[in-house]
Nanobody, 118 residues
């Protein structure tokens, strides 16, 4: 099993920045990707960004390109999401997820709330 624990959410004003963290523990895999998703009130869960643990290739949703940066620290088994120029529409519960050996995102954290006031 894999355990994922998010932290770093909070209440900020539009234009502010936040950095989310996702600490991973448990079983290791030969290859995997990790990602951030979010669910805004009344909306479906949506993809935010992903990163390959080996090599660091990243993918971003169009809505966050140029504002958010995903990264990882392999030594700390931790993934980050640096969020700059936050907008009220970024308000959501943010989840991290792990995709081991291309089996899909089958491991999820509990989420951390980000609220951006206008």
């Amino acid at each position: 099993q894999v355990q994922l624990v998010e932290s770093g959410g909070g209440l900020v004003q539009a234009g502010d920045s936040l950095r989310l963290s996702c600490a991973r523990s448990g079983r290791t895999f030969s290859s995997y990707a990790m990602a951030w998703f979010r669910r805004a009130p009344g909306k479906e869960r949506e993809f935010v960004a992903s990163i390959r643990w080996s090599g660091g290739r990243t993918i971003y949703a169009d809505s966050v390109k140029g504002r958010f940066t995903i990264s990882r620290d392999a030594a700390k088994n931790t993934m980050y999401l640096q969020m700059n120029s936050l907008k009220p529409e970024d308000t959501a519960l943010y989840y991290c997820a792990a995709n081991p050996d291309n089996n899909g995102y089958i491991y999820w954290g509990q989420g951390t709330q980000v609220t951006v006031s206008s």
